[in-house]
Structure formats: C-alpha cells, structure tokens
C-alpha cells in the first residue's frame, strides 16, 4: 500500500507491505548502490540507511534537507540512531494530545508553511521574518544528539540545523538583553490538545543568553536528512541536548530577547517539580521519581535494560563551565 502522508504530499511505501522475499533482493540492489555512494541516489544518507535497515524500501518521506556532518566539539555521538520510526511516533507534543502517539496521529492539522518567526525585545530591530530567510543565516549541519526525557526515556536523533549562536549574532541583542524566551505556536482550530488544561498556552521555553549561544544549542529544520516531521516540531524547534527533553521547544513562532529570567510553562503548571535550568542530572531526582537511569527507546522488549542517565546527558565536558559555582540541586 502507498500512502500519501498529510505533508507536502511526499508517496511513501510502508515497511509492513514488503515481503522478505523483495526485501532481500532491494537489500542486494541497496548495498550495491550504497557502496556507489549515497549521493548518486539523491537521497540523504539517513534516509538511505533507514532504508536499508527497514529492508530496502526505498522511502522518501517529505523534502530532503541537505546538511555537513557538524564539527562542533560533542555533536556527533558514536551511539546507534533511534528508529525513524521510534522517533517519529513516541512525541510530547502535548497541543495534539498527552499519549505518545497522539502526535503522529494528530499533529497533520498542524500549518508548517507558510511560517514566520518574530523577533521581538532586547535587539537593533524588532522585526518579523520568514522562515525560508532565517533558514539561510546558517549552515546547515547534521548533529547526532542524545536526547533525555524527563520521564525516564532516550533516543538518540540526527537532527540538522545550524547553532542557535547564529541567528542571535544575526539579530544583534541589545546590552541588557540577558535570557531567550521562546514562544511556539498556539493555534486552537489545528491544536487539539490546547482544550487541555496541563498548560497555559501558549508552551513557553527560555535559555539563559550563554546557553543560548553555547555552539550545542541548535535550531533546528530536520531530521534524518529530512525536514522536521510535524510531530517533532515543524518548521523549526529547539533541541539543546544536556536539558531535558520538554527545554527543546516544537514550531517555535517567536524569540524575544528579555532581561529577566522567563517563566517556563512546565515550572509554571508545576514549580516545585520543573526548574528553569531542567540540565540532565542523575544526582538531582525529580520529586516523585529517580533520574539516575534511563530507557533507551528501541532496547526495550522483555529485559527493559536500563542505562545509567549521565551528567548534563553525557555533554559535561562541553557544557559544564556554565555552571561553576552554582548549586544545581536548588537550580534544578
Ligand atoms: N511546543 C511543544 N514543544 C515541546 C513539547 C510540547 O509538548 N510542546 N514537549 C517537549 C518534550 S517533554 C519533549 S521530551 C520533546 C520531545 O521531542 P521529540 O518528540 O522530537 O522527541 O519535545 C519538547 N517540546
Ligand atoms: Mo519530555
């Protein structure tokens, strides 16, 4: 079966549909191919190796978004990717439902394009730009992330965008500018979930201005060698990978560059268990759970292994500087 997904309206074949039989053959045909190299196939080399891994259906799913492996210090973990579709399907998106797989079932109402992303606050000129403009204030790079949720489970993700550092510099913050707060779309006719009271919409998210700027901290276009999936925050969304997941903000419509600390929406529906700073820290549990492990998604099965939750997940040598001299345990 050929399904046409809700975006764009790229044709892609389910995994399920193939036989062995065609699979071991495409797997042939894949190998050899892959070995001519990724880029005679016009496909990324993620997409290619989903593929591959998936048995050869040669799947392209929405628009190709063309990246360099990234060179930044720590943005490139060894770790084997999550599944395309383990990452695709298990979301927090919480304007399209609380289960986690509302959002891939949801999330197709969501309006990616056309996008604009508003500057606003501590900068030379407040002003309002389009998406296609700000996507060229950087080089696109590809950054194979560890990603930590609060709740207790990882993936490791290939995102693509370029540092958060170059759209600030492009901005140019004003002296007092001190915090990022970033403000993401609420929009009722497409979001299910904002009849849902969890949060005063919209989602809010906030970096303080040297986290912001830490090379690490990436905007983010896409994912697996492909623009974002509307389920993992399309057209552009956060990822800072030594905070916990709910810090990396979904279709972000607004930065505003302001001199106090934001009020963030999980510390705001629940202060005593979210803090502003949320780093990854297995030595600071959560009130009601520890933090100290992890369930990597894609090991599970009978056994559930755990893995040991790192500090700053894993980013300590790149990110921890940050931090000297403040008491992590009361700025959670
Ligand atoms: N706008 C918005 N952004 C959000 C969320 C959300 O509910 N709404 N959930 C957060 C949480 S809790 C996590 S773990 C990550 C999940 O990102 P992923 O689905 O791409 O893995 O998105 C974060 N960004
Ligand atoms: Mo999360």
């Known amino acids: 079966m050929l399904i046409r997904t809700q975006q764009d309206g790229f044709i892609h074949p389910l995994s399920s549909e193939i036989t062995e039989q065609a699979a071991y053959a495409n797997r042939r045909q894949l190998l050899r191919q892959w070995s001519a190299g990724a880029a005679a196939l016009g496909m990324g080399s993620w997409a290619q190796r989903e593929a591959f891994a998936q048995g050869g ?115 140019e913050p004003l002296p007092g500018a001190k915090y990022l707060e970033f403000v993401t779309q609420a929009d009722p006719q497409t979001m299910p979930g904002l009849r849902g009271g969890y949060i005063d919409w919209p989602y809010l998210e906030g970096l303080r201005m040297d986290e912001a700027m830490h090379p690490l901290s990436l905007l983010t276009f896409g994912m697996y060698g492909e623009v974002l999936p509307k389920q993992n925050g399309a057209p552009v969304r956060l990822v800072v990978p030594w905070k916990y997941g709910f810090k990396s903000g979904k279709s972000i ?78 700025n959670f």
Not at 63 to 81: D, F, H, I, R, Y
Not at 150 to 160: A, D, L, Q, Y
Not at 299 to 316: A, I, Q
Request: hydrophobic residues 40%.
């Open 57 to 171: 259906a040669a799947a392209v799913k929405l628009a190709a978004l063309p990246a360099t492996q990234s060179s930044v210090q720590g943005a490139m973990t060894v770790e084997k990717a999550t599944s395309y579709k383990d990452a695709t399907t298990y979301n927090n998106f919480y304007e399209f439902g609380v289960d986690k797989s509302d959002p891939a079932r949801n999330a197709h109402t969501l309006k990616a394009a056309p996008w604009t992303i508003e500057v606003e606050g501590l900068v030379k000129k407040p002003t309002r730009f389009n998406l296609e403009d700000v996507m060229k204030w950087g080089a696109m790079q590809e950054r194979i992330y560890r990603m930590r949720c609060v709740e207790g489970w990882s993936m490791v993700i290939p995102w693509i965008g370029y540092s958060l550092s170059d759209l600030i510099k492009r901005v």
């Open 253 to 330: 419509v607004k930065i505003r560059f302001v001199e106090k600390q934001p009020v963030i929406s999980w510390a705001k529906s629940a202060p005593q268990e979210y803090g502003f700073y949320s780093n990854v820290n297995p030595t600071v549990d959560h009130p009601r759970w520890s933090q100290a492990s992890e369930r990597r998604i894609g090991e599970g099965g009978l056994l559930d292994k755990k893995r040991k939750t790192l500090m700053f997940n894993g980013y300590e040598a790149q990110v921890a500087s940050l931090y000297t001299g403040m008491d992590l345990a009361k």
